[in-house]
């Protein structure tokens, strides 16, 4: 079974920047399209970004031109830059194939954008 482990988490003030990670037990970047997703209290998980096998990427329209997702195949790591950070942008976050999670959900990373 795939284990995913997210982290970089923690609390920054508006405006501030984050890099999360995600790394995964076997080597899957490169098979299927990976993305980031986040739940804030009370609301469902959406799918924030993903990154398909051959590298293309995509944006819901709240984070574009914000944040960045990339990935090292050979690490078995994924990226998520997040810039000019909201507080609105405050959720746990998660990483899982894309556009729907097939794998089991790791226990995601905290962010929390707060003055």
């Known amino acids: 079974q795939v284990q995913l482990v997210e982290s970089g988490g923690g609390l920054v003030q508006p405006g501030g920047s984050l890099r999360l990670s995600c790394v995964a037990s076997v080597n899957i970047f490169s098979i299927y399209n990976m993305g980031w997703y986040r739940q804030a209290p009370g609301n469902e998980r959406e799918l924030v970004a993903y990154i398909t096998g051959s590298g293309a990427t995509n944006y819901v329209d709240s984070v574009k031109g914000r944040f960045t997702i990339s990935k090292d195949n050979a690490k078995n790591m994924l990226y998520l830059q997040m810039n000019s950070l909201k507080p609105e942008d405050t959720a746990v976050y998660y990483c899982?194939?894309?556009?729907?999670?097939?794998?089991?959900w790791g226990q995601g990373t905290q962010v929390t954008v707060s003055s």
């Open positions: 899982n194939t894309a556009p729907r999670g097939k794998l089991s």
